[in-house]
Structure formats: structure tokens, C-alpha cells
């Protein structure tokens, strides 16, 4: 008996895209940073490890992968040189020999440094740019750092310290024209457009003057992939139908792991093929109905001012413009919010600021760790508009 494998969906064609990029031989040069941002679990991971990251090995580049949310109790800067560490491991006979030799002055702070191989952190007194330097000329190659949810790293100071760590080592990599060994790139992934926009937005931020790149959700290629897996398995008499699966797939918001859930719901009452449409529509409509669910009783749970700041940031979301909660705009609407719902406060920044510090409490609202605000799951605005009717 043959073993059967899982549905593999491979996205060669965009890994050939992004890593063109990264070296500015594509129609976007990414080679100062790419900044990947898609709502969660639409396969921006799966794509990073399944296709990405053996492109760039392929391609002989050396790759080092963070993600951030692997252990949200850790600080995302350790989590970073964790995995810094981690890569210089392997070339720890060429490490010690570059230590001894002389005339390298840019490695002179390893002379005096007793580093334990054996531990996944990097010795005190080293820091990420000089960790990543010394990764550089050890390895000999060039590196591609991919961060994923990379909004993360904000959480904290030592986290946004990581950041312009990164960009230092970045700069000072890729400068010069003679380096054929291509220095650094840096490929930084979030669930939040919002959220990632912060490292970008302005001229305090660590990559600012980037920009955020729509990670391109999957498409019709792969439901029309994924309905012949899945008659493979079937009589044919008993056929799903591509545009059967891809409209189920667009109901809950081109997500893998849920179109998975609906199949799953399906197989267990599988009918005529007549049926199967209306069994994944209706299976689609029951999970999404569950997630919406959800929205709705945290939102009846707000008082009214509660209500309006998360209108407003919902409103600011929609169109990826940031939140300034203490700028006369914002008061103005969220007093005009307040009106339409029947409230006769009137709301100033002691009123805002309440109403974001019990957003944050419930989980409802992000903060950066230099104070910027975004919605914790920006599908509360989807859900927000359509609530209206929008």
C-alpha cells in the first residue's frame, strides 16, 4: 500500500519574485528590507519556510528565521539573538580562529569574550550588530534574516533596540560596491499592516522611509489545486467543484487552516455531488458566523465611549491611516460616533485615553512600546463595517 501525503502547494513562482528583490534584480528592490504584511493565517509562515527560505538556499545564501510570537513570554531581542547564536554555532572553528588572528579590528571585542558554544545566547558584551558581522564573514555568504511578526519587537525597548541593531548591521553590510558576497537582507513579516507600520512610519522609527508590501493571498490556482486533492479521494460521482471551494475559501478570508476546518466539517456528511456546494457555503458561513460571534459579544460589552474610540480606530484602519488619539481630528470623531450612538458625552483625551487603557485590558487594542495604537485584530473592523451595513 502506497503511503499518502498531505496537499503540498508550492509558490515557487513568488519565492523566485521576492528573492529577485532582495538582490534588485526584480521589479522591486527590496534590498534595504521587505516589509510582508497579510492578515493572520493566510500562509505568509508556510510560504516563509516551505518556499522562501529554500530559494535563498538554493541560491546559496545562508538563512536565519525568528518568529517572534514562537514564545510571546520572551523578549522578541532575545528571540532575535537566540537565533543569531544559534547560526553562529556551526562555525565555530572558523570563529575561533578569525578571534586569534590579527589585524581584524572590527572582531577584536571576541579576544576577550569566554563564549560557550554550547548555550543558545550570545556572550555578554557582544552585541547584534557585531554578532551579525562576525555570522557575515564566518559564513561567507550572504544573509537573509526573515523576522516573522515582526510587529512584535515594538513591545519593548530591548525589542526596538534589536530593530535599529538590525538596520546598523544592514547598513554597514551592504555598503561598498566590492562585496561579492552580498551582505544583509532583512525580510520582516506581520499579521497587522497597521502594527508593522510603526518600525516605517517616521523618522524616529528604525526603517523609516520603507515601505509595507501586501503579501499576495492565495488565489484560484490553489483551490483549483486543492479540489483535484481532494477528488482524488472521492468517487466521481461525488465531485467538489473548484468555484464550490474558492467562493467557501473567500467567505473566511482566504485562510488555509479554515478552508482545512470547513473540509473536515464536510467529510463528515458528505452527500450528493449536488450537495457539496451548499454543504461548504454553509460550513464557510457557520465558522466565520462563530469568529464574528465573537466580535459581537465583546463589542456589547463596551460602555459607549469604549465603542466610539474603537469606531475611530476601526474607521483610521480601513484606511491604513494611523491612530493619533489626542489630536483634535480624533476627539471631533469620536464625539460625532458618541452622537450617532445615542450618548450625550462629550468626549476630551481623558475620555479617549480611558476608553484605549479598557480596549488594551480586553485585548482589543495594541500598543507600541513608544506608544503608538493599533487594533489587535484588524478584523474587527470587517466586522465593524459590516455591522453598519458598509
Not at 468517487?235 to 473566511?252: G, K, R
Not at 473536515?264 to 451548499?278: H, N
Not at 480586553?362 to 478584523?379: I, P, Q
Request: net charge neutral.
Amino acid at each position: 500500500m502506497s503511503k499518502r501525503t498531505g496537499f503540498v502547494f508550492k509558490r515557487d513562482g513568488l519565492a523566485v519574485t521576492v528573492a529577485d528583490g532582495l538582490i534588485g534584480d526584480g521589479l522591486q528592490d527590496y534590498a534595504s528590507g521587505l516589509f510582508l504584511a497579510a492578515p493572520r493565517r493566510t500562509g505568509k509562515s508556510t510560504f516563509l519556510r516551505e518556499d522562501l527560505i529554500p530559494q535563498c538556499e538554493n541560491r546559496g545564501w545562508l538563512t536565519v528565521y525568528v518568529d517572534l510570537w514562537a514564545d510571546r513570554d520572551k523578549d522578541p531581542a532575545d528571540l532575535i539573538s537566540t537565533a543569531i547564536a544559534a547560526a553562529l554555532t556551526p562555525y565555530e572553528k572558523g570563529i575561533r580562529k578569525l578571534a586569534k588572528s590579527a589585524g581584524i579590528e572590527k572582531l577584536n571585542f571576541l579576544r576577550t569574550l569566554s563564549w560557550d558554544f554550547t548555550q543558545p545566547q550570545l556572550p555578554a558584551g557582544a552585541t547584534l550588530t557585531q554578532a551579525i558581522e562576525l555570522l557575515h564573514r564566518a559564513a561567507q555568504k550572504m544573509i537573509v534574516l526573515i523576522i516573522d511578526e515582526a510587529q512584535h519587537a515594538l513591545t519593548s525597548e530591548a525589542g526596538v533596540n534589536a530593530m535599529f541593531a538590525l538596520k546598523a548591521a544592514r547598513d554597514e553590510l551592504n555598503q561598498g560596491v566590492d562585496r561579492g558576497d552580498g551582505g544583509l537582507r532583512l525580510v520582516f513579516t506581520g499579521s497587522n499592516r497597521d502594527k508593522l507600520a510603526h518600525l516605517v512610519l517616521n523618522k524616529n522609527q528604525p526603517f523609516y522611509g520603507s515601505s509595507i508590501t501586501p503579501f499576495p493571498l492565495l488565489g484560484k490556482d490553489f483551490t483549483k489545486a486543492y479540489t483535484a486533492h481532494l477528488n482524488s479521494h472521492l468517487a466521481q460521482t461525488n465531485q467538489f467543484s473548484a468555484a464550490d471551494i474558492d467562493d467557501a475559501f473567500e467567505l473566511v478570508g482566504r485562510r488555509p487552516e479554515m478552508l482545512r476546518t470547513i473540509i473536515g466539517d464536510v467529510a463528515l456528511e458528505l452527500g450528493e455531488a449536488t450537495q457539496l456546494g451548499d454543504l461548504l457555503r454553509n460550513s464557510a458561513a457557520m465558522l466565520r458566523a462563530g469568529v464574528w460571534a465573537e466580535f459581537e459579544s465583546a463589542y456589547n460589552a463596551l460602555t459607549l465611549p469604549q465603542r466610539a474610540v474603537l469606531q475611530v480606530m476601526a474607521d483610521r484602519a480601513q484606511l491604513n491611516e494611523p491612530f493619533a488619539p489626542f489630536s483634535d481630528a480624533t476627539v471631533v470623531a469620536v464625539a460625532k460616533v458618541l452622537q450617532m450612538l445615542g450618548s450625550d458625552v462629550v468626549p476630551g483625551t481623558q475620555t479617549i485615553q480611558a476608553g484605549i487603557d479598557a480596549l488594551r485590558e480586553k485585548e482589543l487594542v495594541w500598543k507600541s512600546n513608544r506608544g503608538a495604537y493599533a487594533l489587535e485584530d484588524k478584523a474587527f473592523a470587517d466586522w465593524l463595517r459590516q455591522r453598519q451595513g458598509l
